[in-house]
């Protein structure tokens, strides 16, 4: 079965440092969107991406964060200096047509 | 602009039934729904992609009413590993964005 591959599975950052989360899409997939899930909340939309562009972005996604995609296969989310308040589950996804994955997140804790 | 869910927690004995509704201020799309367990990724369950689509897998299925701009997720029937939090997704014309609901938490007991 397609799978989208996220790493690290967990990071741990102090407070101001970047951090990097990557994924790894199922390929011929042309949407990607990135989620924030603080524990035990909502499931929060942060970004999506396109054809190597932001289609579309939400609040929360601020000048402190950026995606990329560096190389064509890998997908990242950097978080330029990260907050306390940024601790989270992040989880990469790939909807689109009749099926949509996700991938098992990176848990972010900020200290 | 996020979709809201009702009830907000169910607690079920095994066998027994439960609808959970997805609202939306907005022209849908689509909706997706998802189920996910504690410290988990959500699950994806069905998508419906056309006004008045119900679709269904199993005891868990689905409808869309385009009009109202509903979505209802019906499980019949629950097993233990219905347990977990529902959540709807919704598509607005559009916009490529996928918004997840409030969420619904469903336990389901022996």
């Known amino acids: 079965e397609p799978e989208v591959t996220q790493t690290p599975s967990h990071q741990v950052t102090q407070m101001g440092q970047e951090v990097i989360l990557r994924c790894v899409p199922i390929s011929n997939h042309l949407y990607f969107y990135w989620y924030r ?6 499931v929060e939309f942060l970004v999506s991406f396109y054809n190597n562009e932001i289609s579309e972005k939400s ?17 990242t989310l950097k978080i330029r200096s990260t907050k306390l308040e940024d601790s ?7 909807p689109g047509g009749n099926e949509a994955f996700f991938g098992q997140g990176t848990r972010l804790t900020v200290v | 602009q996020q979709p809201v869910q009702s009830p907000q927690a169910v607690i079920l004995r095994e066998g027994e039934d439960a609808v959970i509704n997805c609202s939306s201020s907005k022209a849908l799309y689509s909706v997706h729904w998802y189920r996910q367990k504690h410290g988990e990724a959500p699950i ?33 029937a ?31 007991f022996p």
């Open chain 1, 37 to 42: 899930q603080i524990l035990g909340q909502k």
């Open chain 1, 59 to 75: 609040e929360i996604f601020d000048d402190q964060f950026s995606v990329e995609r560096p190389d064509g296969s890998n997908f």
């Open chain 1, 88 to 94: 989270a589950m992040y989880f990469c996804a790939t």
């Open chain 2, 44 to 76: 994806f369950l069905m998508i419906l992609l056309k006004g008045g689509e119900q679709k269904g897998h199993d005891k868990i299925s689905a409808s869309f009413n385009e009009k109202k701009q509903q979505s209802s997720l019906y499980l019949t």
């Open chain 2, 78 to 108: 629950s097993q233990l590993s219905y347990s977990g939090t529902y959540f709807c997704g919704t598509e607005i014309w559009n916009t490529d964005k996928l918004i997840f609901g409030t969420g619904t938490r469903l336990q389901v």
